[in-house]
């Protein structure tokens, strides 16, 4: 049994192959993750059902995992009708996941149309489908070193 609280397999094959510089989407119920990928991406589904499972959950396991460099979320372009209401309440729920990991990493928002970009670079190496419900709930993870 593994040691990590990652245990999926396909997923676990997926970031072993990965290295330095990739990038993982941990997508919310919303994204549109069979459009929106990187030519090198891979597409795993875990939206069992509405809320299962969720962002948060599935980044604690993958922080578990890999060595990250960099976590972003898709940030709201001051034109959308949300941007009035401030952070999404998601956001505080992620960063308290990376502090939890023991990471100092602090959550950077890209800005819609950016965050497309970053996804669709031949970097994207795999893209986690999930069903959380939040609005403005994707996180894109880059993948750092292991130095020990």
Avoid at 54 to 72: E, G, I, K
Avoid at 132 to 142: I, P
């Amino acid at each position: 049994m593994l040691k990590t609280s990652l245990i999926h397999p396909e997923i676990l094959r997926i970031i072993a192959r990965a290295g330095h510089h990739s990038k993982i989407l941990i997508a919310d119920g919303n994204y549109p993750a069979s459009t929106k990928r990187g030519p090198n991406a891979e597409l795993v589904c875990l939206n069992l059902a509405p809320g299962v499972l969720t962002v948060a959950q599935v980044l604690r396991a993958l922080l578990s995992a890999v060595p990250v460099d960099h976590v972003n979320t898709m940030g709201i372009p001051p034109d959308d009708p949300y941007a009035q209401q401030g952070e999404p309440p998601v956001w505080n729920e992620f960063r308290a996941v990376i502090a939890e990991s023991g990471s100092a990493l602090k959550l950077e928002p890209i800005l819609k149309w950016d965050f497309y970009k970053h996804v669709e670079s031949p970097d994207h190496v795999l893209t986690i489908q999930t069903a959380d419900q939040a609005l403005w709930g994707n996180v894109l993870l880059t993948m750092g070193c292991r130095i020990a």
